[in-house]
């Protein structure tokens, strides 16, 4: 008996999702253990992120119509969350852009802070919706190792978020002067980010196990539950 389209959609969610996670754990890992914090992909995590986690939750919202009623209330809990990480990325590239190309005006310190929290939260944001998405299907192991993950991730978003701050003035210098093969931008984040390795490791466990639990772990909905009146 094969699958049904429901969980054949959340296993590629879940699929793509972990293969996103094994290829940043990877370029994390390498990066700490190496101490490359100047190599070209390095700090790709604002990008390569929001990507893959967009293609996940996009193989769930063309199965929406599949979704039961209590998998829609969680589902539209990580799509809302997701969107939040979104909305902080574009205020934290509008500041960038603005202050690189668009004004001449001294940056004041709640500018640098300001860019620095928005990305930090859309770091965190995006965390959380990858513990939303298979929280509810993983056991008390993987609920444990989705929120231990989303804790270190909270810390490191917020060193990531100091140094950004910290570092705003010189980040739009090297786009102002284009500068961005020596590799400066890199180097801000690049060691704080490294320490998401540990990160991306606990989520591939739970993922593993989240894709294993599917079948059994996709609640139905009450109306499905109900055994038909006897005739």
Same mark, same amino acid.
């Given at each position: 008996?094969?699958?049904?389209?429901?969980?054949?959609?959340?296993?590629?969610?879940?699929?793509?999702?972990?293969?996103?996670f094994v290829i940043e754990g990877a370029i994390e890992a390498y990066t700490y253990l190496?101490?490359?914090?100047?190599?070209?992909?390095?700090?790709?995590?604002?990008?390569?992120?929001?990507?893959?986690?967009?293609?996940?939750?996009?193989?769930?919202?063309?199965?929406?119509?599949?979704?039961n009623n209590l998998l829609s209330r969680r589902f539209r809990h990580a799509h809302r969350?997701?969107?939040?990480?979104?909305?902080?990325?574009?205020?934290?590239?509008?500041?960038?852009?603005?202050?690189?190309?668009?004004?001449?005006?001294?940056?004041?310190?709640?500018?640098?802070?300001?860019?620095?929290? *928005?990305?930090?939260?859309?770091?965190?944001?995006?965390?959380?919706?990858?513990?939303?998405?298979?929280?509810?299907?993983?056991?008390?192991?993987?609920?444990?190792?989705?929120?231990?993950?989303?804790?270190?991730?909270?810390?490191?978003?917020?060193?990531?978020?100091?140094?950004?701050?910290?570092?705003?003035?010189?980040?739009?210098?090297?786009?102002?002067?284009?500068?961005?093969?020596?590799?400066?931008?890199?180097?801000?984040?690049?060691?704080?980010?490294?320490?998401? *390795?540990?990160?991306?490791?606990?989520?591939?466990? *739970?993922?593993?196990?989240?894709?294993?639990?599917?079948?059994?772990?996709?609640?139905?909905?009450?109306?499905?539950?109900v055994a038909p009146p006897a005739a």
């Amino acid at each position: 008996m094969g699958l049904s389209p429901m969980v054949s959609k959340l296993r590629l969610t879940l699929g793509i999702l972990t293969i996103g996670f094994v290829i940043e754990g990877a370029i994390e890992a390498y990066t700490y253990l190496s101490r490359s914090y100047r190599l070209p992909y390095a700090a790709l995590i604002f990008i390569l992120g929001p990507f893959v986690t967009l293609a996940g939750i996009l193989v769930l919202w063309m199965g929406r119509h599949q979704w039961n009623n209590l998998l829609s209330r969680r589902f539209r809990h990580a799509h809302r969350t997701f969107g939040l990480s979104l909305v902080a990325l574009v205020v934290g590239a509008a500041l960038l852009v603005w202050y690189s190309y668009g004004s001449a005006a001294p940056i004041s310190w709640w500018v640098s802070w300001g860019f620095g929290a *928005a990305l930090m939260a859309s770091l965190l944001l995006t965390f959380a919706t990858y513990v939303l998405l298979a929280l509810h299907l993983t056991a008390m192991v993987g609920k444990a190792l989705l929120l231990l993950a989303l804790g270190w991730a909270a810390v490191v978003s917020f060193w990531i978020g100091q140094a950004l701050a910290q570092d705003f003035g010189a980040i739009t210098l090297v786009l102002r002067t284009r500068t961005l093969a020596d590799g400066s931008l890199n180097t801000s984040v690049a060691g704080f980010e490294s320490y998401l *390795a540990l990160t991306y490791a606990l989520l591939i466990i *739970a993922y593993i196990d989240a894709f294993r639990r599917v079948p059994a772990g996709s609640p139905r909905s009450p109306s499905a539950s109900v055994a038909p009146p006897a005739a």
